[in-house]
């Protein structure tokens, strides 16, 4: 068979998505969505190269993903998805240029190997094949309220991903469509007069696009997250003459600083220990022993992530994490944005996943004498179901 090239592209930006973790990080049933289209392709018998197409601004994200699978170095792509394809067809060809390509959106990841073969062996007898669905709702043109007409659903798909081609036929197609913005690969091959067969794909060969896309993949992957936990967390640390307070990854200035062996951020901590909690894996103290030299001084934001590593390594999924911060100052309301901003980040979660608030003692006790600041913390994880 000849030689066959897997160019997946994933250098969208993924705008409707939100959130910190662009689309195609984000997890999926205990992996990033890319790396799951990438393992398809990778371990496909008919596949002899897996190469991706990334955003620049995506490298960390890309490193971390799929580092350990010994990919050649990613291309970066451009603004349009039309672009980025064709400035992934550019590096193989200055390369080495397979003989045939298949484009695969990474947005894709349920992907199966029998319609990566269907989609291939169509090329033994066609120019171009691509994955699609024939399409089974009746179509309405809408007016914006009301319908204006029915559209004959005969003989319409659903295009999908993977679109395959000879590949010196789709690259001089992309040269000659550059700027255009056409939405796949088949158009193109359309537009330069190249015939695409359609193949049928697998009705499960989604394109995740919208936060609810993501159940519902996880739902046809057979894992549906329904076993949930919840984890507290409790932490105080004491108030000593200095000028830097750490609270949620947030530094703020302050007449006083909190002491401990780390940076002593109560509020990272009490996360830390909920997530551990709702883990079943033991505390803060168990992980990161205050008697170790390593933590002196040490950035809490490291606990935060080794603790998401490690919910991810056990397949697990942040469904919400909520933290009261107790001190009468330094007043907590000016900085909640910047604690807000940088837990989505530390947490790898979106916005609406995470709450920051906070309240005083009414100065009673050891937070109302300004002896010390304390934080309680409560996670909600979700695993598969077993
Ligand atoms: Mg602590």
């Known amino acids: 068979m000849s030689n066959c090239t897997a160019l997946i592209v994933a250098a969208g930006t993924g705008e409707r998505f939100g959130g910190p973790v662009p689309k195609q990080y984000q997890d999926l049933g205990g992996m990033p969505i890319l790396r799951r289209s990438v393992l398809a392709f990778l371990g496909h018998p008919h596949i002899d190269k897996v190469q991706v197409v990334i955003s620049e601004a995506h490298i960390d994200h890309y490193e971390k993903a799929v580092a350990d699978l010994n990919l050649p170095k990613p291309i970066i792509g451009g603004p349009s998805r039309q672009d980025s394809v064709r400035l992934g067809l550019e590096a193989l060809a200055k390369s080495a240029p397979p003989a045939i390509v298949m484009i695969h959106d990474a947005a894709r990841p349920l992907i199966d190997a029998a319609t990566i073969t269907s989609v291939r062996k169509a090329l033994d007898h066609e120019r171009g094949a691509i994955a699609a669905k024939p399409l089974v709702d009746t179509l309405k043109r809408g007016n914006g309220t009301d319908i204006e007409t029915t559209i004959d659903r005969s003989n319409l798909w659903q295009a999908h991903t993977p679109q395959a081609f000879y590949f010196d036929d789709i690259l001089s197609a992309h040269r000659a469509a550059a700027g255009s913005q056409l939405t796949d690969d088949a158009a193109v091959a359309e537009k330069a007069g190249i015939n695409v067969s359609l193949v049928h794909s697998n009705p499960d060969n989604m394109k995740i696009t919208n936060p609810d896309d993501l159940d519902r993949a996880a739902r046809l992957l057979g894992q549906n997250f329904s076993d949930i936990r919840t984890g507290f967390g409790f932490d105080v640390h004491r108030l000593i003459p200095g000028d830097m307070i750490y609270l949620c990854g947030v530094g703020i200035p302050h007449h006083h600083q909190l002491e401990g062996h780390s940076d002593a951020d109560v509020g990272l901590h009490a996360i830390v220990d909920a997530l551990l909690g709702a883990m079943s894996a033991g505390d803060i103290g168990l992980h990161f022993p205050p008697s170790d030299p390593q933590w002196k001084g040490k950035d809490s934001a490291h606990f935060v992530r080794h603790v998401v590593r490690m919910l991810n390594e056990r397949g697990g999924l942040i469904s919400h994490v909520d933290v009261t911060l107790m001190c009468e100052q330094p007043r907590i309301g000016p900085h909640r944005e910047a604690m807000l901003k940088r ?42 179901a077993v």
């Open 343 to 384: 837990l989505t980040e530390l947490l790898e979660v979106m916005p609406n996943r995470v709450s920051v608030k906070a309240t005083t003692t009414e100065r009673l006790g050891f937070t109302g004498r300004e002896e010390g600041i304390a934080a309680q913390a409560v996670a909600t994880l979700r695993f598969p």
